[in-house]
């Protein structure tokens, strides 16, 4: 089985600017997780949709926006990037029940200058 | 509200040498735990999980972490290290209601040298 995937790699920005990163989870998996990781706050929880219904949320602001497709793929959105958004975007998988292991994809690293 | 608890940010050990990292949490709620692992450039990799049952768990690579309901400590130790294992290692817990969202620790970097 494929693991998760996350597009793209890596992102430079300038502040003010929006962004959107994809993730696609492993096949049969319908809830997607995302995470920020930054040397100053470590790893944390922005969001999780479970089919295509957010159904988790974390404490980020109104400029970080996610969806999901019927297909489980998600993409999240950043408006306005400050040079604080500059961070290790991590996105996880998983069939959803409780319990379950989160996959993690390798991250996209988006740089805001 | 839960907090996770990583009581070292680094600790080195000797290659063949044994290695425990310390986590504790809090939570009002009963939670699952777990304790992942990041390789340099790579994202998470779950090492092992508690749910219920046995207070002892054992995971990949060697590693085995031992639950504590009263001390609230979820522990993680591996007899005998390699170099490989240098890595940053996360402790994490969830919610059993809402087990979507993990929250980490700080995490604690081990460093593995001969």
């Known amino acids: 089985k494929a693991g998760v995937t996350q597009t793209p790699r890596y992102l430079i920005k300038t502040r003010g600017q929006q962004v959107t990163l994809s993730c696609s989870p492993i096949?049969?998996?319908?809830?997607v997780s995302w995470y920020q990781q930054t040397p100053g706050q470590g790893l944390q929880f922005l969001f999780e949709?479970?089919?295509?219904?957010?159904?988790n949320k974390g404490n980020f602001p109104g400029r970080f926006s996610g969806r999901q497709f019927s297909n489980s793929r998600s993409e999240m959105n950043v408006s306005t990037l400050e040079l604080g958004d500059s961070a290790l975007y991590l996105c996880?998988?998983?069939?959803?029940?409780?319990?379950?292991?989160?996959?993690f994809g390798p991250g996209t690293r988006l740089t805001v200058l | 509200a839960q907090s996770v608890t990583q009581l070292d940010s680094q600790v080195p050990v000797f290659e063949e040498a044994p290695v425990e990292l310390r986590c504790n949490y809090s939570?009002?709620?009963?939670?699952?735990l777990f304790w992942y692992v990041q390789y340099p450039n790579q994202g998470l990799q779950l090492l092992l999980k508690?749910?219920?049952?046995?207070?002892l768990v054992k995971g990949i690579n060697g590693f085995e972490a031992e639950f504590n309901k009263s001390q609230t400590s979820f522990h993680l130790r591996k007899p005998s290290v390699h170099i490989s294992d240098t890595a940053e290692y996360f402790c994490?817990?969830?919610?059993?209601?809402?087990?979507?969202?993990?929250?980490f620790g700080a995490g604690t970097q081990v460093v593995v040298t001969p």
């Open positions: 939570s009002s709620v009963s939670v699952y």
């Open positions: 996880a998988s998983t069939p959803g029940l409780a319990g379950n292991e989160q996959f």
């Open positions: 949709y479970f089919s295509e219904t957010q159904r």
């Open positions: 096949s049969g998996h319908r809830s």
């Open positions: 994490a817990v969830s919610r059993t209601d809402s087990w979507g969202k993990l929250q």
């Open positions: 508690y749910l219920s049952g046995s207070t």
